[in-house]
């Protein structure tokens, strides 16, 4: 071997060595209890001692990257690198998703919310859904394709209508997946015929959601507990499997936050294991399971 051969070897040696330590690098109580507080106070994020091994499998990367091995010094790192601590917590976010997951939201959505929208499109008027907490774009797009219908006729109403999804997630990585509107063959299984015929193409080793659906979104960066730039009333939110990672004053806060954003008669759809508490609570109606209306008499 060269001797330039042989110093890289080494290199590389060192930093596989670098790379088990930080695989193996003890999370301690105090720095856990610093990581949980940080994701409390940027994300409103929750994070029980129970969650130990899962942090530390989620951030090793993180340290590895930043050629650390041990937990002190990261959370040293991220409590004076705002980039970096903003990596932490979209590394410590869960993007778990599907296409049409849960599908009863979406027959409730096509059968009882969307002949309104349609309503209300003919009539010239704005038509606003947001998919909040989006993660990789896979809720906004059923939702988009919902709208389009299942062939090419079923989606005239939308030419020259007044209609906009908005998808929005914490995490960058997510929300560029989302905007990017591509999945993988296994991912768009998921997809039903005709939706899937109909709204995505055939695209290397995937699929990419059609034009139509794709003028429909937007995707954007955004903090549900950070102020909200949203002109419009909303007729449609989705917030689903979102909430379950905060505690109960955050869910009370943001539930409040999306009825005052809520046009009267729209609809809340939250995640199965989900239920509106606080002020929320009262002013909206259960229309259908983990589905609210905002009742604009109360
Ligand atoms: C499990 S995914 C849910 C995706 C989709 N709504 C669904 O039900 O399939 C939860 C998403 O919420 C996002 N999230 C968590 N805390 C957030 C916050 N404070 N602001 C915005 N998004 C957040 C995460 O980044 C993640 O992508």
Known sequence: MSPAGGAAAALAGGGTAMAAAAQNAELTPR???????????????????????????????????????????????????MAERARMVTALTTNHTHFFREPHHFDHFRSQVLPELKRKAAARQPVRIWSAGCSSGEEVYTIAMCLLGPDRTSATWLRNADVRLLATDIAPPVVEAAARG?????????????YRSTWMRASGNGFVMADEARALVTARELNLFAAWPLKAAYDVIFCRNVMIYFDDAAKAELEARFVEQLAPGGHLYIGHSERLIGPAAARMRGCGQTIYVKDPAR
């Open 31 to 81: 720095d856990f209890a610093a990581i949980a507080a940080i994701m409390q106070s940027d994300a409103r994020i929750a994070l029980s001692e129970a969650k130990t091994t899962l942090v530390q499998s989620r951030l090793a990367r993180r340290l590895r990257e930043n050629s650390l091995t041990r937990y002190s010094d990261y959370v040293a790192l991220v409590q004076k690198d």
């Open 182 to 194: 591509f999945y993988s063959d296994s991912i768009a299984a998921a997809v039903p015929e005709p």
